[in-house]
DNA sequence: GTGAAAGCGCTAACAG
DNA sequence: CTGTTAGCGCTTTCAC
């Protein structure tokens, strides 16, 4: 294989110091210009690029930015990286996704590799059912939390949801079409977005005089909202609101095979909810507008900050 | 700030060489018990992790995969990176993200920065009309083509499809259902997939011996898809086939949008395409398939060989 | 305007 | 079993 091409290879094809190769492909003022030249111009030829690695060990940060994601199917996950991805690219930094699945251990592991390459950032979304546990993976590591937030991890940014009135629009809108048997599926208590959401559910149905006794919750998931629906569709809910991005889609998928018989109202748009079924009313959050303050509180430095956007109820047919 | 943890500081710290601590932390035989459990202890006691710079400069290997999609919103490419991404770490490496947009310049950058990180390997899928362009910037990297190939880039690996069949089979199908007006929206010729797929349509409408009239190629986006099934709707046309991801979710929203009067077949397989409109037909690619082959290419270091998936048409409604 | 030395964290190759 | 040296690629500091 070919020799690495580095300022020593190109110094030594040039009969100069590598000092001088550095300083003309730095721009450093103090080298003749006819040098300059020659050493950049046989640097382009070789198709020199510096190492990153020797750079991270000079101490000059590595411009790498970790994403820790339950998964990227989700067209909310995969919208918020697509921002990021192409901000950070803008901005010359990297991304590195990693995927958690919601598995402690997981992102445990992957906050882990993330400190191995000194990566400069890391914006994630902590699973669930890790509250208290000191942060000791995150020594190190300037983290954003997004949508959700783990207690007692003050010292880290967050990006919030402030969702409670549009869920509370959500249900004055389903009563205002004549419904009073509201079911609610969403996360369990394990999740600081679930206790939020659930308590917005609950102090939305009082205000309207109704009982919010058809709730389902547990750990937020495709196959799990999906499921919940289904058994709610057998029962005496009339409408359906839901709680979560991935429960939305599945509790989606089990009313749509229902005959759309229930009023739905989702949680996260993605694209389709404006084709499927003439139109799904649904819980709008301002996807790029998150990612794009991910990527000001990383180049800024902010990295402490807690930011909350507001979510807004869409409705649709 | 605190001091990095290297193996010189815990060094210090018990009062061995850097030595002893790093043969201690990789498991090398020639260390007592007790030094090595102490110096394990201490290691995780202050949250070491060794240094990947340090490694990457030694010449070890980065363990760092680069993928470069148009982008991550289109299910197809996310299902890939989301299975990617999980095979990278289980297999213990990372998984940098860059997005094209389709872009020369951008793809032309997000290679240099993976020269610079030394990615072990990177996956890509193409941008269109780069096809002789000496592969300068491929120099060194070990890359695996995906689902386009480059014109005379025959150095690198390539997964590709094979979805003539599928097309062909899709003509079939709307030919049984009465149509002779099939229209077709593709890539143009830009690319290696879109002179495929439109010679797989000619071919069958040739076959059927049904004038192929009704064909609008271009750079392949959303927009396009859109723009074009919005044109043919006011037509002669009364089935359409896409010929591409993008394509085909600009194409339906058209399609759907028009209340369905036109017969439809896709092209991949998104999860909504299952739920709408009573189920879309499409061409389904095997997109699992298609990554855990990149991930053994790469793993295997076999990023030279091509490999064909088939496509697959299924009918839905 | 140019060069030589040192050091970032780590391990292979030699001493002991 | 443990320690010392050298070198990966780069820039900062100090000579000349």
Redesign the pocket.
């Known amino acids: 294989m070919p020799e690495?091409v580095?300022?020593?290879s190109i110094a030594r094809d040039l009969g100069?110091?590598?000092?001088?190769v550095?300083?003309a492909?730095?721009g450093h003022?103090?080298?003749?210009k006819e040098?300059r030249d020659a050493v950049r111009k046989r640097a382009a030829e070789l198709g020199?690029v510096?190492?990153a690695?020797?750079?991270a060990?000079?101490?000059?940060g590595t411009g790498i930015v970790g994403l820790l994601l339950p998964n990227i199917i989700n067209e909310f996950y995969a919208r918020f990286a697509n921002t990021l991805a192409t901000a950070c690219d803008g901005a010359g930094m990297q991304l590195i996704i990693h995927l958690t699945n919601d598995d402690p251990a997981t992102e445990e592991a992957a906050l882990d590799r993330l400190r191995e390459v000194q990566a400069s950032s890391v914006v994630m979304v902590p699973v669930p059912g890790r509250d208290g546990r000191p942060t000791a993976q995150v020594a190190g590591l300037r983290t954003v939390q997004l949508i959700r937030q783990r207690a007692f991890d003050d010292a880290t940014g967050a990006i919030l949801l402030d969702d409670g009135p549009a869920l509370r629009a959500a249900i004055a809108h389903l009563v205002g079409r004549g419904h009073s048997r509201i079911a609610y599926i969403g996360a369990d208590a394990a999740l600081s977005s679930g206790r939020s959401r659930l308590s917005a559910f609950e102090k939305g149905m009082a205000t309207a005089g109704l009982p919010a006794d058809l709730v389902r919750t547990g750990a937020p998931s495709f196959d799990m909202g999906r499921a919940c629906a289904q058994d709610l569709l057998t029962g005496e809910a009339t409408a359906l609101l839901c709680g979560g991005f991935e429960i939305s889609n599945g509790a989606l998928s089990a009313c749509l095979e229902d005959g759309g018989r229930i009023d739905f109202v989702g949680y996260g748009d993605p694209s389709f909810y404006a084709w499927v079924d003439g139109g799904v009313t649904t819980v709008q959050v301002p996807v790029e507008a998150l990612a794009h303050h991910a990527v000001q509180m990383i180049v800024e430095g902010r990295t402490t900050e807690t930011a909350t956007f507001a979510a807004e109820l869409v409705l649709r047919r």
């Open positions: 690495r580095t300022i020593k100069v110091s590598h000092m001088t550095s300083r492909l730095s003022p103090n080298v003749l040098t020199y510096k190492s690695a020797a750079m060990m000079r101490g000059d």
